[in-house]
């Protein structure tokens, strides 16, 4: 079964906010209005704690002294890679710079660059029916279908290529594979470079949109992140990127939330500014960490919602993806602590 792109749910807003959401800024003067916007939306609005790499920026942010003004949010991409297990589907989760607008554990991905504009040998839809599947200009749909075909290689080693449009590489591992991932993440050769070389097509075809998450307004760096979906290709498997050191692991979107359920001292520790544990501590050993969900960002969380439950891969890719931007704000729970807010969407669950 083809893992290929179906049309948008429905089209996009402006970039950085979806239609009809409120925009992310600091709270109101006057505090009656606040407590009447939160009667009204509180069963509309998820919550989550504030990460603790979060916590300054947030603070500047309420400043009312410092008049502090959003910075414009990157173009970027990030892929959820899947595959099937005996313990149902999995995702690869890995680490990333600290202060990452991603978080510092998150899905694959990274900002768009100049050379993701370059002329490429690939097969699968066209610029024009990308611009379509995302309702974008082409130029950005483009960009960020090369932006997450790259930042998936770079970091896990997985390409998405083949020798023809229906095939892709047996193994992108070895010290030959390492070394050209390398380059591509240094810039010192580009993917269409790399595609020519090797004689190769860029299977555009097997990623999948997702979601497109903007990150809140008040961290100081911002991406709007285009969210694809990939199934792992056969006799590829992902492995760090040698320079960088930053582990990776598979996990199970459902375990991943049920621990975050059963963890009743999730908050307080948010709350602390100690999480409990390291990226490197939650991803390195043998087995994910079972306090890893604490290091997740809403957008992460809230895509492995998505996953869960699917009976495979297959399943996972075949849901309509959301594509109308999100974005957590800050906000203030009912203990008055520092939160990320974000509205749910209309219809609960993706569906077919």
């Not at 020519?196 to 979601?211: I, K």
């Not at 969380?301 to 996953?307: K, V």
């Not at 075949?318 to 602590?337: E, K, N, T």
Request: proline content about 8%.
């Amino acid at each position: 079964m083809s893992n290929s792109p179906d049309p948008a749910a429905g089209p996009s807003g402006p970039s950085g906010c979806a239609p009809g959401q409120e925009q992310a800024g600091r709270p109101s003067s006057s505090a009656t209005a606040v407590e009447q916007r939160r009667s009204e939306t509180i069963a509309a609005v998820r919550r989550f704690p504030l990460l603790p790499e979060y916590r300054a920026a947030a603070e500047l942010w309420l400043d009312p002294e410092q008049d502090t003004a959003p910075v414009t949010a990157q173009d970027a991409a990030c892929t959820v890679l899947l595959r099937d297990s005996p313990q149902g589907v999995e995702t690869y989760l890995c680490t990333h710079e600290l202060r990452s607008p991603f978080g510092s554990v998150a899905f694959p991905g990274g900002r768009v660059i100049g050379a993701d504009d370059d002329p490429i040998p690939w097969s699968g839809p066209t610029g024009k029916q990308w611009a379509s599947l995302l309702q974008e200009d082409v130029g950005d749909a483009r960009r960020a279908v090369m932006a997450a075909a790259r930042t998936l290689f770079v970091t896990t080693g997985v390409l998405l290529a083949g020798r023809r449009s229906d095939s892709t590489i047996a193994t992108s591992g070895g010290h030959d594979w390492m070394s050209v991932r390398e380059e591509v993440a240094a810039g010192e050769r580009s993917m269409a470079e790399l595609m020519v070389e090797r004689r190769l097509l860029l299977r555009t075809e097997l990623l999948r949109p997702m979601a497109r998450w903007v990150t809140a307004q008040f961290v100081h760096r911002r991406f709007d992140l285009r969210c694809f979906l990939v199934i792992l290709p056969e006799r590829q498997e992902p492995s760090p990127l040698r320079s960088r050191d930053r582990p990776g692991a598979w996990v199970s979107p459902e375990q991943v939330l049920r621990a975050r359920r059963d963890d009743t001292g999730f908050a307080a520790a948010a709350r602390s500014g100690d999480p409990g544990l390291t990226a490197r501590e939650a991803l390195g050993g043998a087995e994910p960490h079972p306090d890893l969900h604490r290091l997740l960002t809403p957008f992460t969380l809230l895509l492995l919602e998505d996953l869960a439950g699917a009976g495979s891969a297959i399943a996972a890719a075949a849901h309509r993806p959301h594509l109308v931007p999100r974005m957590a704000r800050l906000d203030r729970d009912d203990d008055g602590q520092l939160c990320f807010a974000v509205d749910r969407r209309s219809g609960g669950r993706r569906r077919r």
